[in-house]
């Protein structure tokens, strides 16, 4: 009840205070240069990886996962949200191939505080996954920031909330424009163009005030001056997720789309202005379903796309598309039966608890995810285990011929590696002992593959893309 209550308040603050901002940190300690390519891939050394959506407060903790394949030093530094202080920096080192798991809060204390992380040496990777008793939350950190970013998957239809956080970590001010798209097509909005987002500093805009009772939004995000890394962050009664921007491409893979209990759905959309048609192919443990879904779209307004009646969970999905689409994977608890507030499998809102409704089960959760723009034979996964909750590491094999992946336990102890046979057009879950303080794993594979990783629990659900290697 903590976490619902929570997200009441956040909600309440969200309506009244429209734009947060996080005022500049003192000038030290240097970031380092801008890589601004497109590739979200693992780096080689040294790496500065940005996690926009860190908080460690009275509720919410967040923990940042390195992972490294060789031995590194590591530099993690959190923003302080008070002007003119210095940042919080938090050194430490990995043995690798390894990987470490730190708690914000045993750091630093006082809520929001996005993180940049250093790493001396690569591969490496870094991750973040943000919980409290009513939700999870994880994300990929960024390692390269291109000037145009897209995210899709926000609503603001009647109980939810979204909002999008613009991080920048560098020191000179940026200027951002944030273009909204609904099925209105283009969402144009005022105050949304020529955002000032100080150096070394973030600002969170509440999508609400601005773009109510809209049931799909997807967005540019673009610098006129400057750079920023953004994050959207959904919620509603049921949870809290977040996933990072990304570039377009004309291919997504998804090893994961749902644990089996959420309803599933992408959220594309398109780069351009000419329609574009977006092919889905659902992979699931036994195979293929080959142009499982085929929907033709515009260049001005997003679509969702609904995959949970096609197959039995757990599936993963490859979107291929005609020309560059943005897309990212969104999964809601289902409406329970036509009395809600929208058909079963529409998307239009969760059920809410009542005394008419006791009788039906209350789940939690709500995950999002970016997709993988490409495949490869190697992977770094960072990723974090909780004793109430189970982890699983999801490997995708799309192409039409079986392959063996060998995935490396990531830990201060030592761990055998599992070597699993992932057959054509097939998705499998490995299961991570929480036992034994794995924070990661080095996957090695045959021929490309796609990787991600899943959380769930009593605290609810979140989905994280895995890292390509070098």
């Known amino acids: 009840m903590r976490g619902i209550a929570l997200l009441a308040l956040a909600v309440i603050i969200g309506v009244v205070g429209i734009v947060q901002t996080g005022p500049t940190a003192a000038p030290p300690p240097d970031f380092g240069s801008t890589d601004t390519t497109d590739g979200d891939g693992a780096a080689a050394s040294p790496s500065v990886w940005y996690c926009p959506w860190v908080e460690a407060g009275d509720v919410a903790d967040t923990d940042v996962v390195v992972a490294s394949d060789p031995s590194a030093d590591v530099s993690l530094t959190l923003l302080d949200p008070i002007s003119n202080t210095e940042p919080t920096v938090f050194d430490f080192d990995i043995v690798g191939p390894g990987a470490t798991a730190i708690d ?34 994880g994300d990929r950190c960024a390692v390269s920031v291109p000037k145009v970013w897209y995210l899709t998957g926000g609503s603001t239809k009647t109980g939810t909330y979204t909002e999008i956080r613009l991080f920048n970590p560098f020191a000179d001010n940026a200027e951002v424009t944030v273009t909204a798209y609904s099925e209105f097509n283009l969402d144009l909005v005022a105050d949304l163009e020529s955002i000032d987002v100080a150096g070394r500093s973030w600002t969170t805009i509440d999508l609400e005030p601005f773009l109510p009772f809209r049931d799909e939004l997807a967005f540019t995000v673009e610098t006129a001056s400057g750079l920023v890394i953004p994050a959207l962050i959904r919620s509603d009664d049921r949870g809290v997720a977040m996933w990072p921007g990304a570039a377009p491409s004309q291919t997504w893979d998804f090893p994961i789309v749902t644990p089996g209990r959420l309803e599933p759905f992408l959220a594309v959309m398109s780069a351009g202005d000419d329609e574009v048609t977006v092919t889905v192919d659902v992979i699931t443990e036994n195979g293929p379903i080959v142009a499982a879904r085929e929907i033709v779209i515009d ?54 608890p009542s005394d008419e409704t006791a009788t039906t089960e209350f789940i939690r959760g709500l995950a999002g995810m970016v997709g993988l723009r490409e495949s490869s034979t190697t992977w770094m996964v960072p990723l974090d285990t909780l004793l109430d909750a189970s982890t699983i590491v999801w490997v995708m094999n799309p192409a039409d011929t079986p392959t063996t992946a060998t995935l490396l336990p990531l830990s201060d102890t030592d761990g055998d590696p599992a070597v699993v046979t992932i057959p054509a057009g097939s998705t499998i879950g490995i299961e991570v002992d929480v036992g034994i303080g794995i924070s990661g794993y080095s996957v090695r594979a045959d021929s490309p593959v796609t990787v991600a990783w899943e959380i769930s629990g009593e605290r609810g659900v979140a989905l994280t893309a895995g890292i390509a290697g070098l």
Not at 107 to 123: I, L
Not at 304 to 331: E, F, K, N, W
């Open 104 to 137: 914000v809060g045993g750091v630093v204390r006082r809520g929001e505080s996005p993180a940049t992380v250093e790493v001396s040496d690569g591969p490496a990777a870094v991750a973040t996954l943000q919980h409290a008793d009513g939700f999870l939350a």
């Open 299 to 352: 260049g001005s307004a997003p679509a969702l796309i609904p995959l949970s009646d096609i197959a039995a969970p757990p599936y993963g999905a490859r979107v291929r598309a005609s020309s560059p689409i943005a897309a990212s994977v969104v999964a809601t608890v289902p409406v329970p039966d036509e009395d809600d507030a929208g058909e079963p499998g529409d998307g239009q809102g969760t059920s809410q």
